[in-house]
């Protein structure tokens, strides 16, 4: 499905005139510099504009995403695979995983769709990439959603290191003595790290396991190791010094910034960036982590919903 606007007027105009059924999911890829990406589109004949999720990692792969598909009640919403994880092609050249190949990747995948007018939404990851594609100065973005978002590296873990304190002594010092001894692959250290994630990441066991798995499986490992680092709260690869701050104060569309209420990407620090764009709005999702599709999707779509409309 190369346009896909054209196919939605198509739809629309047929189903004005005769009882068509409920389009069905469409999915395919899409070449990009360096191999292909998968995508999946839920709503294809619905009227409203559609909604472009980036997933986080790098490497997170898209089925963490796939919650909000219930938005396409009323607009097609479009998920992918970045190249590297999930059904995409996973190259092992380092050197396609950069912020700038990902953004050209992004373009490619609306560009191929047909994606003239879109409204983006980024998670994590995401909405890192979200930023740095918004400084190109795309065209046809509508309006924003960073979710959970990381702004500043330097943030970031300013964050962690103040969430960390807050673990219990024990795992303190083995994230302490592990990272000290790079051996951050050791059990102790992925043992203490489930800890942190548990409380500042997925509250609440996986809403779909299945999902999970297979998140799990086709995860790209060597794109997250490369350019973030050995664990959420540990940054030691190519995006230590990103700082999207310069793009956002440039942002002049309408922006929705969210986080959990106990998400690593933390409130107070979310709406601080926030601040930064001229027309936006903060929202939190209580009783929530990281993972707000995960533990909170009634609020995490309640509030997208309304900012969309």
């Known amino acids: 499905m190369r346009h896909l606007l054209a196919v939605v007027?198509?739809?629309?105009?047929?189903?004005?005139?005769?009882?068509?059924?409920?389009?069905?999911?469409?999915?395919?890829?899409?070449?990009?510099?360096?191999?292909?990406?998968?995508?999946?589109?839920?709503?294809?004949?619905?009227?409203?504009?559609?909604?472009?999720?980036?997933?986080?990692?790098?490497?997170?792969?898209?089925?963490?995403?796939?919650?909000?598909?219930?938005?396409?009640?009323?607009?097609?919403?479009?998920?992918?695979?970045?190249?590297?994880?999930?059904k995409s092609d996973h190259p092992t050249d380092t050197t396609l995983f950069t912020v700038d190949r990902f953004v050209r990747e992004l373009q490619a995948v609306r560009d191929s769709l047909g994606l003239k007018e879109v409204d983006i939404m980024g998670h994590s990851w995401g909405a890192m990439l979200a930023e740095a594609y918004m400084g190109t100065n795309p065209q046809g973005v509508r309006r924003l959603i960073l979710s959970s978002p990381l702004v500043t590296t330097a943030q970031w873990t300013h964050d962690a290191d103040s969430l960390i304190t807050l673990l219990p002594d024990s795992v303190q010092q083995v994230i302490k003595t592990e990272e000290a001894n790079n051996t951050t692959d050791s059990p102790a250290y992925a043992a203490a790290m489930d800890v942190y994630y548990a409380r500042h990441v997925r509250r609440a066991p996986r809403a779909n396991p299945a999902d999970g798995d297979s998140s799990?499986?086709?995860?790209?490992?060597?794109?997250?190791?490369?350019?973030?680092?050995?664990?959420?709260?540990?940054?030691t690869g190519t995006l230590k010094t990103f700082d999207a701050t310069p793009w956002l104060r440039r942002i002049s569309i309408p922006t929705l910034f969210l986080a959990g209420e106990f998400d690593e990407a933390t409130p107070s620090s979310t709406k601080r960036f926030a601040a930064l764009v001229s027309q936006s709005q903060f929202v939190m999702i209580p009783n929530s982590g990281h993972a707000t599709a995960n533990d909170n999707l009634p609020a995490l779509l309640d509030a997208v919903r309304t900012f969309l409309k």
Not at 20 to 45: C, L, S
Not at 216 to 235: D, H, I, Q, R, V
């Open 216 to 235: 799990s499986k086709t995860s790209g490992k060597l794109a997250y190791n490369y350019m973030w680092g050995p664990s959420e709260f540990t940054s």
């Open 9 to 86: 007027a198509a739809l629309s105009f047929a189903a004005c005139t005769t009882a068509t059924p409920p389009a069905q999911p469409t999915e395919g890829f899409v070449q990009v510099e360096g191999g292909k990406v998968w995508y999946h589109i839920e709503g294809a004949d619905k009227p409203g504009t559609p909604l472009l999720l980036l997933h986080g990692g790098p490497g997170s792969t898209s089925f963490g995403l796939k919650p909000l598909e219930a938005l396409a009640s009323d607009r097609p919403v479009i998920r992918y695979d970045q190249l590297g994880c999930g």
